[in-house]
């Protein structure tokens, strides 16, 4: 079968997916000006859907399960660090195409967490260097994006970057690490990594200088973490060598990936392609990867946490009820375009989150493709 997947049957397995949805719009056009106030004013299982804007209150979500989505194809930034924290393993938290500009704190979080189409760019310089006793050495940096004590969390299509050091005082600062992860279970799929270069050195009183170290792509400390990753492009940051005045000794290069417990799938390449957000009855095209001539399965879940199948199958997305529609075989593309037909049954206040996995058969072999999130509103919004 490879023809319309009517997300209403899905719908009518799973009616605790409908839930409210809140607008938010910088320009006044939506319920609330501001994410942090629309979360204030959510509920376990809503949804934010925020319109293209700069929002510069802190965003906090502490203790509940809300999905985060910013509009397609928009540009929603949050100046402030985001903090998740304290989710029980029943609450799922959604964050889908946003912006971090001072990075993001997901710690102490038994439930899923999904991260896709994000982005934490570089914006805000490092602190100067006093506090760094040795900045030059090797892993030394900080990171503003940390994953700290969590159970199930997931990158897909993320772009995270750490901040570069700065000359500060005589010793330059390190570089921050792209992303940081102590004692955690995190996967990461189709995502860039790139650790901040470290900050020049200046000769100072003492003799001489130190220049920072570069950050790592993916810093992983010394509590176990289980890191499962595919297609993750991992780039350390440059120690800085650059001597300004006088001496300078240089800083450690940074690594793509520093520390334990990371492991990367091993079979041919399998992929899914989803939009964030289907509106009304529109038509929309999932599009999945894999091996031509082999039969694929396309499933939507109402959570999503997950098991790790080995490094050949991949994750698999658990929780009930579950949906599976058979599609395929897949074409000498090596993609196969599935069709897919929102519905429009609710009112502008309502939203289903549900998440999506395509299942590849690579005969003797399963294949699971990365989970996507997809939203689900009236036409309207």
Do not use: K
């Amino acid at each position: 079968m490879n023809g319309f997947l009517p997300i209403a049957a899905t719908l009518a397995l799973a009616p605790a997916a409908l839930a409210d949805v809140h607008v938010v719009d910088a320009s006044g056009a939506g319920e609330f000006l501001d994410i942090a106030d629309a979360v204030v004013s959510a509920i376990d299982g809503d949804t934010v859907l925020v319109r293209a804007g700069l929002y510069a209150a802190p965003v906090t979500l502490d203790g509940t399960a809300i999905t985060i989505v910013g509009t397609p194809g928009a540009t929603v930034e949050i100046a402030e660090q985001l903090v998740v924290r304290g989710s029980s393993a029943d609450q799922t938290v959604v964050l889908s195409g946003l912006t971090f500009l001072d990075g993001f704190l997901l710690e102490n979080c038994q439930g899923p967490i999904r991260m896709q189409d994000c982005a934490a760019l570089r914006s805000i310089p490092n602190p100067p260097s006093w506090g760094f006793t040795s900045p030059h050495e090797c892993g030394i940096g900080l990171s503003r994006q940390e994953v700290r004590s969590c159970d199930h969390v997931a990158f897909t299509a993320c772009e995270l970057q750490g901040d570069h050091g700065i000359l500060g005082g005589s010793d330059g600062t390190p570089g921050e690490h792209a992303l940081l992860v102590d004692q955690s279970r995190v996967l990461v799929f189709d995502t860039d990594l790139w650790g901040g270069d470290g900050g020049d050195g200046l000769w100072g009183l003492h003799g001489g200088a130190y220049g920072g170290a570069g950050g790592d792509g993916l810093h992983i400390t010394a509590g176990a973490s289980e890191i499962i990753c595919d297609d993750l492009r991992a780039t350390g940051g440059l120690g800085a060598t650059t001597d300004l005045m006088f001496l300078v000794f240089p800083g450690c290069d940074g690594l793509p990936v520093r520390g334990r417990g990371l492991s990367a799938l091993d079979r041919p390449d399998v992929g899914l392609e989803a939009p964030a957000l289907i509106a009304g009855d529109d038509l929309a095209t999932f599009r999945i990867i894999g091996p031509a001539g082999r039969l694929a399965v396309l499933q939507s879940n109402p959570s999503a946490a997950y098991r790790p199948l080995g490094v050949v199958a991949g994750p698999l997305l658990i929780g009930s009820p579950v949906r599976f529609t058979v599609h395929g075989p897949i074409p000498a593309t090596g993609q196969l375009d599935v069709p897919v037909t929102g519905i429009d049954p609710f009112t502008a206040e309502d939203a289903v989150s549900l998440h999506f996995q395509a299942l590849v058969f690579d005969v003797p072999r399963r294949l699971l493709t990365e989970p996507r999130h997809v939203t689900f509103v009236h036409r309207s919004l």
